[in-house]
């Protein structure tokens, strides 16, 4: 079993910056990727980001140019950096890794971190 604790949401103001941080721990073989989401309720889950351990990203269009999404070499820490951040940001971010082994591929999912945006 792999762990994925997240940590650094928070209250900040329109325009202002966090960083997330996601970290994973347990039975980990080799994280091969790892992504951001975040879920509002009442509306679909939205994947925010994704980086590949070769470091190919990807982005939501609503986050591209804002959100910067990183992961140490071993791929168990990953980040968020969300700049410029809007009220529409609110959300509860939540990380999940894919953890692949001989035995196949296994997505973990952590509880999330709630991100509010407001004056």
């Known amino acids: 079993q792999v762990q994925l604790v997240e940590s650094g949401g928070g209250l900040v103001q329109p325009g202002g910056s966090l960083r997330l941080s996601c970290a994973a721990s347990?039975?980990?073989?080799?994280?091969?990727?790892m992504r951001w989401y975040r879920q509002v309720p009442g509306k679909e889950r939205e994947m925010v980001a994704t980086?590949?351990?070769?470091?190919?990203?990807h982005y939501a269009d609503s986050v591209k140019g804002r959100f910067t999404i990183s992961a140490d070499n071993d791929m168990n820490t990953l980040y968020l950096q969300m700049n410029s951040l809007k009220p529409e940001d609110t959300a509860v971010y939540v990380c999940?890794?894919?953890?692949?082994?001989?035995?196949?591929?296994?997505?973990?999912w952590g509880q999330g971190t709630q991100v509010t945006v407001s004056s």
């Open positions: 980086i590949i351990k070769r470091g190919t990203t």
């Open positions: 347990g039975s980990i073989f080799s994280i091969y990727a």
């Open positions: 999940n890794a894919d953890d692949v082994s001989p035995r196949g591929k296994t997505t973990y």
